[in-house]
């Protein structure tokens, strides 16, 4: 897995409280069985017309927002199914990391196994966020993990709080699987002492 | 000191567990379906790894699958390919794999508990967030990622964080005609969408130990809609009544001795949970959703909301968008909502008792003449069959209804079940999300039998009116 460790990106508003993973891939895209190519599928039904064209109401679409890096979200957000086409949508799109007031549980685990950031910040800070993106074309952010810190235009700095483990992975990128086998004894002598 | 149900089963299952690191987690059972599974297989090809307990690791398809004549091959390819993949995988990594034509096909979190594979204190997870199901039986049972799926099957672990527990405790005595649909409904409503984030929830009380075992399982399916993972009943003796003589507990240890073990998970009196919630069951009335979230949701008496009422900001504005969305007026009694299709099945309600309760209404009627379509799929083979022994099939079918083949079906569209833009849907399914059944296609949420009550008169009623034939 690539590390995360700083990431300097456009960031995209997305007006929505409660955005369920429906809305992030709809169901239709599910069936496919790779693993990578959902950036086209992504916010689906929001972002296109029904003939294919881009949805010129739908915010992300505008000129401005294009490459980013950085969603800016409201509460619980990823919330229903533990689709990990979400996450993959948001990452072939180019989103690395996403900054909201909460996240539903399993979205926010499904982020940290493809290297990907989801940080929580205050309510009001978010709401200040979205003033500030919306208020300057070009608006972006730096996103420091190692030192916890989001930097301004303006150079003045938020913290974020995260989980030691978690941002120990993502810094270094690690392969989950990889650390538990390390572990395989232990797991051959639970199985062993419970005889399963 | 006295535990409750999680955090036994927590304790029981530590692997190994350091300070500052997520505990590995042992697994019990994994159920594996066609849609989130590919990419974990394929994952463990890619890096040489096998499937470390194919015994403790089951399949079945159940989201792509069509409803009608299953000797056909499937239509749509993709679906097809995914179907075919998840058989190959099986094949080539020693999967038990229940194919369409095995009778132990079904709705993965409806044949689980049918075949007896979901067994009180066991840890159970799939990568479907609809796994709290199994928390009915006492089990901690909860929805993964694919990448927690491939690390599943490569470890038999998962690597996790103790969660915050919460009690729901649902007391008094539940009116006639309330069944375990509303009772989860009004729990929804009541703690929010995000209510239940970074807790398992377990359910007590006298009305949650007077549900059927059927009954608990929609309870819990639930759950995660109400943002918990997982939700937990401790087990009783309708939990091993129901177990008893499963296809998959024939033959093992000797009935007494499991009965014994699955008595000790059950909650300690006098434990402690971080939140208690509680409701009185004599405020429930048949709940129906009115927009594109499950926490939307009202009683049969009600009216939609009158935007100008909602003081916070955030949720007027939801409130707002999910009007628009579903056509509907503010202020508008539940009643007036016409409905033109209607679908009774899922993993929350397509259980035998959930086809009983609805055939009971529908004995004596004719779906209405405005209503297109009216779906009723079975939850599973098995559940299917018995239907057809008791002849439920029949008054579906003599009112106008139609009888499928079992599979998720229109509770995801993700098979040629799919609404229509503008169709308006009773659906006794798990989530009303905009597009979910169909971009366009407009759900509400109910019971069976709110279900077929507005499939028969062509708008939601009261069930606790209806003239039973």
Not at chain 2, 240 to 256: I, N, S, T, V
Request: proline share 5%.
């Amino acid at each position: 897995m690539k590390p995360f460790t700083t990431l300097t990106g456009i960031v995209a508003p997305l007006e929505a409280q409660n955005v369920d993973t429906d809305q992030i891939i709809p169901k239709q895209f599910l069936k496919r069985i790779e693993r990578t190519g959902y950036e086209n599928f992504l916010f689906f039904d929001w972002r296109f017309k029904n003939d294919g064209t881009p949805n010129p109401d739908f915010e992300m679409n505008a000129p401005r927002y294009r490459g980013a890096s950085i969603l800016l979200a409201k509460d619980n957000f990823g919330c229903g199914s533990s689709r990990e086409h979400a996450p993959w949508a948001l990452n072939d799109f180019g989103i690395r990391c996403i900054l909201a007031p909460s996240y539903a549980d399993i979205f926010y685990n499904n982020c940290f196994n493809n290297g990907m950031a989801p940080l929580i910040l205050p309510g009001s800070v978010i709401q200040q966020l979205f003033d500030e993106v919306r208020a300057a074309a070009g608006y972006k952010l730096t996103v420091d993990l190692a030192s916890q810190t989001i930097t301004k235009p303006d150079g003045s700095t938020i913290s974020f709080d995260l989980d030691p483990f978690k941002k120990h992975c993502l810094l270094n990128g690690l392969d989950q699987i990889g650390l538990t086998l390390v572990h395989e004894d232990k797991i051959a002598a639970y199985e062993k002492a419970h005889a399963v | 000191m006295a535990k409750n149900i999680y955090e036994k089963i927590w304790d029981a299952h530590v692997v190994h567990s350091e300070p500052g690191k997520d505990t590995i987690l042992y697994i019990d059972r994994h159920f594996v379906h066609e849609v989130t599974s590919p990419q974990a297989f394929e994952g463990l090809r890619l890096a040489g790894r096998k499937v470390r307990r194919p015994d403790l690791t089951f399949a079945t398809m159940d989201h792509n699958i069509p409803t009608t004549d299953r000797s056909q091959p499937i239509a749509d390819p993709m679906s097809k390919q995914q179907v075919e993949t998840l058989e190959n995988n099986c094949r080539e990594f020693g999967v038990a794999c229940f194919n369409m034509k095995d009778r132990r096909n079904g709705i993965v979190h409806v044949i689980g508990p049918e075949l007896g594979l979901t067994v009180p204190g066991a840890t159970i997870v799939c990568g479907d967030s609809h796994t709290s199901t199994h928390g009915a039986f006492g089990a901690l049972a909860f929805g993964i990622g694919t990448s927690e799926v491939e690390h599943v099957l490569a470890t038999q672990t998962l690597l996790q964080k103790e969660s915050k527990t919460m009690e729901i405790r649902v007391t008094g005595k539940l009116p006639v005609g309330i069944t375990a649909k509303d009772v989860i409904l009004a729990i929804i409503g009541k703690i929010g969408t995000a209510g239940g984030t970074g807790y398992v929830i377990e359910y007590t009380g006298n009305v949650i130990r007077d549900l059927s075992m059927e009954g608990r399982m929609t309870v819990c399916n639930m759950t995660i809609e109400a943002g918990a993972r997982a939700g937990l009943i401790s087990p009783d003796e309708k939990t091993f009544e129901y177990l008893k003589d499963r296809e998959y507990l024939r033959g093992g240890k000797p009935w007494e001795e499991l009965v014994q073990q699955w008595k000790a998970w059950a909650s300690d009196p006098g434990c402690r949970y971080d939140t208690v919630v509680e409701l009185k069951a004599e405020d429930i009335e048949p709940q129906v959703t009115w927009g594109t979230s499950p926490g939307m949701v009202t009683g049969i008496s009600s009216k939609t909301p009158v935007l100008a009422e909602l003081s916070d900001e955030n949720v007027r504005q939801s409130a707002a968008k999910a009007l628009k969305y579903m056509g509907l007026k503010e202020g508008m009694p539940i009643s007036g909502i016409t409905i033109n299709k209607m679908f009774l099945g899922s993993c929350t309600n397509g259980r035998i008792e959930d086809l009983r309760a609805a055939a009971k209404l529908v004995k004596g009627y004719k779906v209405h003449s405005k209503v297109e379509l009216a779906l009723v799929v079975p939850g599973s083979w098995q559940v299917k069959q018995q239907a057809e022994k008791e002849g439920l099939d029949k008054i579906f079918t003599a009112a106008g209804f139609e009888w499928r083949e079992a599979g998720c079906s229109m509770c995801l569209a993700m098979n040629a079940d799919v609404l229509n833009p503008g169709d308006r849907c009773a659906s006794t399914s798990n989530r009303n999300f905009e597009g979910r059944q169909g971009k366009d296609g407009r759900t509400h949420l109910v019971s069976p039998a709110m279900a077929v009550a507005a499939a028969i008169k062509g708008h939601f009623v009261d069930i606790r009116d209806w003239k039973f034939n």
